[in-house]
């Protein structure tokens, strides 16, 4: 599932999707016990701030400088970085990563 960093930080506006971003977590969680016997795995991936066309268009120059002060290398992150982190997720070499959420924000979420 595709989630937020949003879900764990605190940004005004935001209440209302922070909320449904934290709910695929308990999802992650609750999925991951009912499905087990499966062998279905279940994570959560958290993109932060990504640069994308949407992005552009909502984003005030402000806002955008003000989410890009808030991340660890001071820009934002690319559509590709993500993919790589969903492509692992897909494959079998994160055969052991389930019922997670894989933060893809270069430390935004932990600062």
Known sequence: MTGSVASVKGFP?????????AALRSFARTWLNELKGRNIRVNVLGPGPIATPMQEEVLTKEAKEMFESLIPRGKMGQPEEIATVALFLASDDSSFVSGGELNVDDGFSAI
């Open 13 to 21: 506006g935001f209440g209302v999707y922070a909320a449904s971003k």
